[in-house]
Every structure is written in C-alpha cells, then in structure tokens.
C-alpha cells in the first residue's frame, strides 16, 4: 500500500459565499487545493448530491428550522437549509476548482431517506460508498482530506478513514468549517483522538 490519495471533499457552490450552505471563506481554499491536485498521484473527489425532497432538508419536515435537529431511524440528524440538489447549479464544483485530473468522483447523500457526511459511509455509519474499496483495490493506502466542510464531511470521513485503516491527514489550511455549536472544536477532538493527523 505504497500509493497516496488527495480526496476534495464537496467543494461545491452551495458551500462557498452566495451558496445556499455557505461556509464562511469555502471559496479561499481553491488555490491551495489546486496546487496540490497538481502534486499528488491520484486525486479523488466527493461531491454532495442530494435529490429535491432530501430527509436531511429542513424544508421537508413541517414546523422545524435549517441547523435543528430531528431523530431518523439511524440516528440524530442535523436539518440543513435546501442544498447541492443534483443537476444544479449550487451542486457544480467551485467554477474555479481544477477538477479535471480526478480519477474518481464520489456522490453521496443521494438516497432522500438518509444522510451521508462522509466518503466511505452513509449516517447509519454502515452502508458503504464503495470508496474504501476502490482505494484499496488500487493499492492507495494514503490519504489526504482537504475541502468542505472541517467539522461536517471533511471530520467524518477521516474518522471512517482511520478505522478503515487508512493513514489520514487533513490539511486544515485547505478546510473550512460551519461550526455549529462547537462542533468544530468537537470534531478536532475527535480526530486528533483517533489518530487523524491534523496539519
Ligand atoms: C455537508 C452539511 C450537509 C458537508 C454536506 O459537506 O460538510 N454539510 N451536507
Ligand atoms: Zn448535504
């Protein structure tokens, strides 16, 4: 397992200034993460891609508010604002990403009953994406996760990554994070905890 991996995590316009999630400065770490697309070997990318009526959209459950939250069979769910609803605008990669050089793209949260924050697992923390798999197969033992958001998709594909076990960094200087009620410092915790490498 000698091969390494970028993986760009959902940098996407409804994430970035004027998007319908947007994450406070999502747009700066375009050129940090473009330089090191052109350094690594195999470049990945995540793009959330949510069907209209997704569970995760607090417009689909009556009386509640975007950053609330309700109980799903698979756990407690964050309510979003509508967001990255496949085909459209707010769900392209950032106009000025260079994504041409990805070898794979992974979709996820595209099944309207349940989330997926993170590459290799939808929120029941059980079905796969089938990333860990391709990664494995092609001999990538490796990772790197960079993008959108800190504490949101970025934090729990590492945490899945270093249980799958994958050796993972995240480069902080090319995340951004929504921080909602601390879960930002939360999810450092977390992943310095599980032996994320943080830098
Ligand atoms: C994300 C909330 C909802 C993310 C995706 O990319 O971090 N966060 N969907
Ligand atoms: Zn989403």
């Known amino acids: 397992m000698s091969e390494e991996a970028l993986i760009v995590i959902d940098v996407q316009n409804d994430f970035c200034p004027g998007g319908n999630l947007a994450v406070a400065e999502g747009d700066k770490i375009v050129p940090l993460i473009n330089e090191m ?3 690594f070997d195999h470049v990945i990318l995540t793009q959330d891609w949510h069907p209209a009526d997704h569970s995760s959209f607090a417009s689909k459950h009556p009386g509640k508010q975007p950053f609330e939250t309700v109980e799903m069979p698979y756990g407690t769910q964050t309510l979003w604002p509508d967001h990255c609803i496949q085909g459209s605008g707010g769900a392209a990669f950032h106009p000025a990403l260079k994504w041409t050089k990805a070898e794979l793209v992974v979709r996820k949260g595209f099944r309207a009953g349940i989330d997926s924050y993170s590459a290799f697992h939808e929120n029941d923390r059980t079905t796969p994406t089938g990333l860990a798999g391709y990664l494995k197969e092609r001999g990538i033992g490796k990772i ?7 504490d949101f998709c970025v934090a729990y594909s590492a945490l899945d990554a270093v249980k799958l076990g994958f050796d993972t960094t995240v480069r902080l200087d090319a995340c951004r994070a929504i921080d909602l009620g601390g879960s930002l410092e939360t999810m450092l915790g977390k992943m310095r905890e599980a032996g994320v490498k943080l830098a």
């Open 37 to 39: 697309v052109g350094r």
């Open 144 to 150: 790197t996760l960079v993008g959108l958001a800190t």
